[in-house]
């Protein structure tokens, strides 16, 4: 008889099956556990990776800059390196996992089991990456626009996450009563945005000041007008928001309170982060602060851990909506039919509602979607931790000054950084995105109050 854990490991078992003893989990809430656990320590590795006895150790060891020293540039070589592969592994699976909707698949063994296998792939992916030397102008082109593209497809659907958990709760809030709690947390919210904006125009202005060069100033320039953009649109939402949470005959007050807060901090944290751009030059070697750190890897392994916990709830005002909107947000999670019955399916009590777990086979869920949001996560926490920087000018690391002779001793001022520049308007065009989809679910969500009260006035007449 084969042992538990080998068919786990070396076979399509699921995790339940390795041991007696293990939680009573679903096959699919376990596999989303193990692959966000992979990813955690993934990203904590990443982590550990910039640190100065892995960057020494990993410079002597593998040669990455070849034929000239990386210094202390190479944890980020390792960073790149290391989130691509995982990154690729995930999309791979997401290719793979076309169609496998629940645990009983024919597929799904691949996705829920052979997990030493995955390990092992995964790490043998990295390394091989490590000793394989691309040319260096199409290293930097993957980096760039795989970069980019996956980090800004993960921050609108990070923040579509938090904007339907936003209007969920609020929804909860409102119908037990609790108005003060929904108005205390929103205000305490925007004026955290609030001063985040403050700051952030602070430090630009004396940080924009160090620029010398002509080319310099006038990217400054670019720089400082998206910021002030940004700040008018953060205007433009907040004024909208609180025009929302007056109350009419037929609505609560301080309604879209929290889903507004919601928007003006994911705002204030992309504006953040187009104040640290490079583009300057006055940051010189990617000095990213604690915030930018913790505000990124709190935004992603947020988003991860709410599509571990996520049940269907059709009160959702999001969810529930009859636009395109609300049908964008039932189909990115779940598939299936609207109305199961309860006999159908395992019901579990929580917070005073039935909820309906999704790893049933009446509510099928997108193993393909969760792959692909892996994958931006993993490009996305390589954008946070490494701000695109990559290795020049430092140490002789680039063939000009190796050719040329410089002489290191020479203090030589900061340099722009020229990846910056599509990081920037990345950040733009987020921000522009979500403040017209925040505006968009607010008129949705308006327009279908409006009518639910006006079908109720008419049928008590």
């Known amino acids: 008889m084969v042992h538990p854990c080998i068919r786990c490991f070396f076979g399509p078992a699921s995790i339940p099956h390795c041991c007696v003893t293990w939680p009573a989990w679903k096959s699919s809430t376990s596999t989303r556990v193990m692959y966000i656990t992979i990813f955690t320590v993934i990203s904590f590795m990443c982590c550990v990776m910039l640190s100065n006895a892995v960057v020494q150790w990993a410079d002597q060891q593998f040669d990455l800059c070849w034929p000239l020293n990386c210094g ?34 024919i597929v799904s063994g691949a996705q829920q089991g052979f997990w030493a296998f995955k390990i092992i792939i995964m790490f043998g992916m990295i390394m091989l990456s490590i000793r394989v030397h691309l040319h260096q102008g199409v290293f930097i082109g993957i980096v760039k626009y795989a970069g980019i593209w996956g980090g800004f497809g993960f921050m609108i659907f990070a923040y579509l996450v938090m904007l339907e958990s936003a209007y969920k709760y609020e929804d909860c809030l409102g119908r037990n009563g609790r108005n003060v709690k929904i108005i205390t947390m929103g205000a305490l919210a925007i004026l955290c945005s609030g ?14 000041t160090q620029s010398s060069t002509s080319t310099a100033a006038s990217k400054c320039v670019v720089k400082d007008s998206m910021m002030k953009l940004n700040t008018a649109l953060y205007l433009i939402v ?9 109350p009419d005959a037929h609505s609560r007050p301080c309604r879209n309170l929290l889903p507004g807060a919601v928007t003006l901090n994911f705002l204030a944290f992309l504006t953040h982060l187009i104040s640290r751009s490079n583009i300057c030059g006055e940051f010189g070697k990617n000095q990213w602060d604690g915030l930018t750190l913790i505000l990124g890897l709190y935004l992603s392994f947020s988003t991860l851990l709410y599509l571990l916990v996520r049940r269907n709830d059709q009160h959702s005002p999001c969810s529930s909506s009859t636009g395109v909107l609300g049908r964008f947000y039932r189909r990115i999670y779940l598939r299936g039919p609207l109305h199961v019955h309860s006999n159908d399916i395992d019901q579990i009590k929580f917070r005073n509602y039935d909820e309906i777990f999704d790893e049933v086979d009446q509510l099928q869920y997108s193993w393909c979607v969760f792959h692909l949001v892996l994958c931006g996560a993993a490009l996305f926490v390589m954008l946070t931790l490494t701000n695109l920087y990559y290795p020049k000018r430092s140490t002789k690391t680039s063939q000009y000054e190796w050719a ?10 900061p340099f722009a950084d020229p990846h910056a520049t599509p990081l920037l308007w990345m950040h733009v065009v987020a921000s522009w ?3 017209v989809l925040y505006l968009w ?7 279908k109050q409006s009518k639910i009260a006006q079908f109720s006035d008419s049928y008590a007449v």
């Open 72 to 105: 202390s540039d190479a944890g980020y070589l390792l960073v790149y390196r290391t989130m691509l592969c995982v990154a690729f592994f995930h999309l791979v699976m997401a290719v793979l996992t076309i169609g496998v909707q629940n645990s009983r698949d």
């Open 195 to 208: 001063g985040i904006i403050l700051s952030r125009f602070g430090y630009s202005e004396a940080g924009s």
């Open 238 to 246: 907040l004024a909208m928001t609180l025009i929302s949470g007056f």
């Open 404 to 413: 040329m002779g410089v002489d290191d001793s020479t203090p030589s001022p």
């Open 433 to 435: 995105v979500c403040a």
């Open 441 to 447: 679910s607010l008129v949705e969500t308006t327009v």
